[in-house]
C-alpha cells in the first residue's frame, strides 16, 4: 500500500475535465515538490507535470497541476479518447528517504 | 534526443542473479542522477534505486537494498543494476530513468522485463 493515496479509477466524457487528487502527508507532499505521469497502455511513463505545475515543453496546457498543503491534483480539460491512460503522482518522502508513487489512476473517455 | 535503451531483462529462477544495463544518449550523462523504477505485471510503479552522478552516493527502498547493486559507468554513458537473490516478488518491468534535477523524471527507457520464477 502506497503512502500517496490516488483514486484508483476515474472517468468523463469528451471534452470534459476531470480531476485526479493526490493525498500525501507532511513527510512528502507537505514539504516536497509533486510530479505527475502519463502511462499510455502498453508504454512508458512520461513526464507530465514537474516542481507541482510547471509543464515539460510539448505537453499541452490542458494538463495541469496544482498543490495545497498535503495534497496534489493533476487536472485535464477537453478530454480526449487519446487521454486515456493510468496516470501516477510522484515525490520524495524525507522520512523515508526514498520516492514514492502514487497507487495510479485509470482515467477513461467515455 | 535523450534514449535510454535497456537490456539484460530475463527469465531467472528465485535465488538467481541478473544484471540489467542501460544505455543513454542525446544528454550529458554525467551531469544527471540516475535511477531503476519498477513495475510488477499489472501492478504500479516503484522507485528501486538511484545514484548520484559521479556514483559516489547510491540509495534504495528497503526490499531491494542487500540484494541490489546499481552502478554506472561515466565512460561508457551506461546504468546498471545488479540483482542477486532475487525473488518471485522482483518481477517486473524494469526501467532507467533519467533524473531532471528539478524533481521528477524527465526521461525513461522503454523497460526490460525481468521474470523470476521456477
Known amino acids: 500500500q502506497s503512502v500517496l493515496t490516488q483514486p484508483p479509477s476515474v472517468s468523463a466524457a469528451p471534452g470534459q475535465k476531470v480531476t485526479i487528487s493526490c493525498s500525501g502527508s507532511?513527510?512528502?507532499?507537505?514539504?516536497?515538490?509533486v510530479s505527475w505521469y502519463q502511462q499510455l497502455p502498453g508504454t512508458a511513463p512520461k513526464l507530465l507535470i514537474y516542481?507541482?505545475?510547471q509543464r515539460p515543453s510539448g505537453i499541452p496546457d490542458r494538463f495541469s497541476g496544482s498543490k495545497s498543503g498535503t495534497s496534489a491534483t493533476l487536472d485535464i480539460t477537453g478530454l480526449q479518447t487519446g487521454d486515456e491512460a493510468d496516470y501516477y503522482c510522484?515525490?520524495?518522502?524525507?522520512?523515508?528517504?526514498?520516492?514514492?508513487f502514487g497507487e495510479g489512476t485509470k482515467l477513461t473517455v467515455l | 534526443e535523450v534514449q535510454l535503451v535497456e537490456s539484460g531483462g530475463d527469465l531467472v529462477q528465485p535465488g538467481g542473479s541478473l544484471r540489467l544495463s542501460c544505455a543513454a544518449s542525446?544528454?550529458?550523462?554525467?551531469?544527471?542522477?540516475m535511477h531503476w523504477v519498477r513495475q510488477a505485471p499489472g501492478k504500479g510503479l516503484e522507485w528501486v534505486a538511484d545514484?548520484?552522478?559521479?556514483?559516489?552516493?547510491?540509495y534504495y527502498v528497503d526490499s531491494v537494498r542487500g540484494r541490489f547493486t546499481i552502478s554506472r559507468d561515466n565512460a561508457k554513458d551506461s546504468l546498471y543494476l545488479q540483482m542477486n537473490s532475487l525473488r518471485a516478488e522482483d518481477t517486473a518491468m524494469y526501467y532507467c530513468?533519467?533524473?531532471?534535477?528539478?524533481?521528477?523524471?524527465?526521461?525513461w527507457g522503454q523497460g526490460t522485463l525481468v521474470t523470476v520464477s521456477s
Open positions: 507532511s513527510s512528502n507532499i507537505g514539504s516536497h515538490y
Open positions: 516542481e507541482n505545475n
Open positions: 542525446g544528454f550529458r550523462f554525467t551531469k544527471y542522477w
Open positions: 510522484v515525490t520524495w518522502d524525507g522520512s523515508l528517504s526514498v520516492w514514492v
Open positions: 545514484i548520484k552522478p559521479d556514483g559516489s552516493e547510491t
Open positions: 530513468v533519467k533524473d531532471s534535477t528539478k524533481w521528477a523524471f524527465d526521461y
